[in-house]
């Protein structure tokens, strides 16, 4: 499996490419990242060195991975943070390249804008774009619970208003939607929900909530979640892998009081999760 992956780096720590690189190659995907910005880390420390790149720097790249004539062997595109609307515009463009060439081509977009207690982190133009451009192209989306709100002017706080927010997200365009940190009316304090949605129908899968809080943990969740998807055509599958490896690195993490996520260190959690988690069709 050969994804294209756009999205932001950093040199020290795991999130974006970072993150969603080696996950994808520790279970066999040959990757091409591209990168969205490069910066020295991730913002979350308060500073930070590096810079936003422009679409034409994303143009230019695809350009010269087309001129290898490897895109009809693309079988997945996948985004996630995004530093401008022009970047957007240019990831949208490479997934329609990308599909031209490889009409079985899959588009996995994690719609980065928030999250609860931080609120938007991304610049202005991003949100309208992920939901009038970028989504509309996709057929994997991995929204976060505030994400899933935000894009489609919902306040959820039930699994019904949660699975008919899905719906409204789904008849733009993803046809499957993993909505993540996932706290409704009947989460408990200690627990944190993931639900998947496929066909009109809805998977929930509910892990311990660990005490931690690290970055690029959703960049690991996008990327696997693709992958398994890729290969079994499952949401409950899918998800069911998924949860089982983010929760194991997210342990491993908590157990080290690491401020990073233990990527390498606990990357057999990757292939061989320690603990599995039953999933509920809800």
Not at 96 to 124: Q, T
């Amino acid at each position: 499996m050969n994804v294209l992956s756009i999205q932001s780096h950093v040199a020290y720590g795991h999130v974006g490419n970072a993150s969603a690189t080696f996950v994808l190659q520790r279970l066999g995907t040959e990757v091409w990242p591209v990168h969205t910005v490069q910066f020295s880390n991730h913002t979350g420390y308060g500073s930070w060195r590096g810079r936003v790149f422009d679409g034409a720097s994303i143009d230019e790249l695809v350009d010269g991975i087309g001129e290898r004539g490897v895109l009809p062997t693309c079988d997945a595109v996948l985004s996630g943070y995004l530093g401008s609307a022009d970047v957007g515009h240019a990831v949208v463009a490479a997934v329609a390249r990308v599909k031209r060439a490889n009409p079985e081509a899959l588009y996995c977009c994690d719609p980065v804008i928030g999250d609860v207690g931080r609120g938007v982190f991304v610049r202005p133009g991003i949100e309208e774009l992920l939901r009038d451009v970028a989504l509309p192209a996709a057929d994997v989306a991995t929204p976060n619970h505030f994400e899933l709100d935000l894009l489609t002017g919902r306040t959820t706080t039930s699994l019904a208003e949660v699975t008919a927010a899905v719906a409204d997200l789904q008849a733009v365009g993803p046809r499957v939607v993993l909505t993540t940190s996932l706290d409704v009316d009947d989460t408990p304090a200690d627990a944190v929900d993931l639900l998947a949605s496929e066909g009109g129908r809805h998977w929930r899968v509910r892990t311990p909530r660990l005490p931690l809080s690290v970055n690029g943990a959703g960049d690991a969740t996008a990327a696997l979640f693709l992958r398994h998807w890729a290969t079994t055509r499952s949401a409950p599958d899918a998800l069911a892998a998924t949860t089982a490896s983010v929760w194991g690195l997210l342990k491993a993490t908590a157990d080290a009081g690491s401020r990073e996520l233990l990527l390498v260190a606990a990357q057999d959690e990757l292939v061989r999760p320690r603990r599995l988690f039953d999933v509920t069709e809800v």
